[in-house]
């Protein structure tokens, strides 16, 4: 029985009907593994329900849409509220199936930020502070944290909530990095970006692999 909002579900091994014309791939940025239901998929503004298949990936089918951009949203259900922000990333769809033609499946990867409740494991590197106004010390909520890394920029790792409080995960060792090495100290910056306003970068720091440092709160300036 179809499940209101996140769509039917169908075996590997069966045969869809319809043709498939989005194919939403939703991933954990810590883990790099498919996340596991429940989770909502949608297009913004629009009405299409996804089949979600047992492999994790949701299928767009028979859409009536024409080649344009669109939103691709992933909101987190039940027990992954607490574990990953919602995600959303613009979608140029392409290639509308003509009769006897095969179909380009439009794939889409969308990378879902752990909330600060995330199950980390003891092992991992973690940066967890809060974000607070300069001017007041209220919270900052949704503003995206960058990672730089020994000087380089690794992109958008995580995002503040509600209270301003943010986990920020850093990348596993390298694949062949001999586990019998000293952990390394680890230089880094964060920058903190909100919607219609500046950055704002910390100064460097320093982190141990495999420990979590605890940051003091940090001010965001001029708001």
Same mark, same amino acid.
């Given at each position: 029985?179809?499940?209101?909002?996140?769509?039917?579900?169908?075996?590997?091994?069966?045969? /869809?009907?319809?043709?498939?014309?989005?194919?939403?791939?939703? !991933?954990?940025?810590?883990?790099?593994?498919?996340?596991?239901?429940?989770?909502?998929?949608?297009?913004?503004?629009?009405?299409?329900?996804?089949?979600?298949?047992?492999?994790?990936?949701?299928?767009?089918?028979? /859409?009536?849409?024409?080649?344009?951009?669109?939103?691709?949203?992933?909101?987190?259900?039940?027990?992954?509220?607490?574990?990953?922000?919602?995600?959303?990333?613009?979608?140029?769809?392409?290639?509308?199936?003509?009769?006897?033609?095969? /179909?380009?499946?439009?794939?889409?990867?969308?990378?879902? /930020?752990?909330?600060?409740?995330?199950?980390?494991?003891?092992?991992?590197?973690?940066?967890?502070?809060?974000?607070?106004?300069?001017?007041?010390?209220?919270?900052?909520?949704?503003?995206?944290?960058?990672?730089?890394?020994?000087?380089?920029?690794?992109?958008?790792?995580?995002?503040?909530?509600?209270?301003?409080?943010?986990?920020?995960?850093?990348? !596993?060792?390298?694949?062949?990095?001999?586990?019998?090495?000293?952990?390394?100290?680890?230089?880094?910056?964060?920058?903190?970006?909100?919607?219609?306003?500046?950055?704002?970068?910390?100064?460097?720091?320093?982190?141990?692999?495999?420990?979590?440092?605890?940051?003091?709160?940090?001010?965001?300036?001029?708001?």
């Amino acid at each position: 029985m179809a499940n209101p909002g996140v769509g039917q579900f169908f075996h590997g091994g069966d045969r /869809l009907a319809e043709s498939v014309w989005v194919v939403v791939d939703p !991933r954990d940025l810590v883990t790099g593994q498919r996340v596991s239901g429940p989770l909502q998929v949608r297009l913004k503004s629009l009405t299409p329900q996804p089949i979600a298949a047992r492999s994790g990936v949701y299928c767009f089918v028979d /859409l009536a849409l024409p080649p344009a951009k669109y939103v691709v949203q992933v909101q987190p259900l039940s027990r992954n509220r607490e574990r990953y922000f919602a995600a959303e990333r613009e979608l140029n769809l392409v290639n509308v199936p003509v009769p006897g033609q095969p /179909l380009q499946r439009n794939p889409i990867r969308i990378e879902l /930020l752990p909330r600060p409740d995330y199950p980390f494991e003891a092992q991992f590197t973690l940066a967890r502070g809060r974000l607070v106004k300069a001017s007041d010390a209220t919270p900052v909520p949704n503003a995206r944290v960058v990672l730089i890394l020994e000087g380089t920029d690794l992109g958008r790792r995580g995002q503040t909530d509600e209270r301003g409080a943010f986990a920020l995960c850093f990348p !596993r060792a390298a694949p062949g990095t001999n586990p019998a090495d000293a952990p390394k100290d680890l230089t880094f910056e964060l920058r903190f970006e909100i919607v219609g306003g500046p950055s704002h970068t910390t100064p460097p720091s320093v982190l141990r692999e495999g420990t979590t440092k605890a940051l003091d709160p940090i001010q965001f300036p001029g708001i």
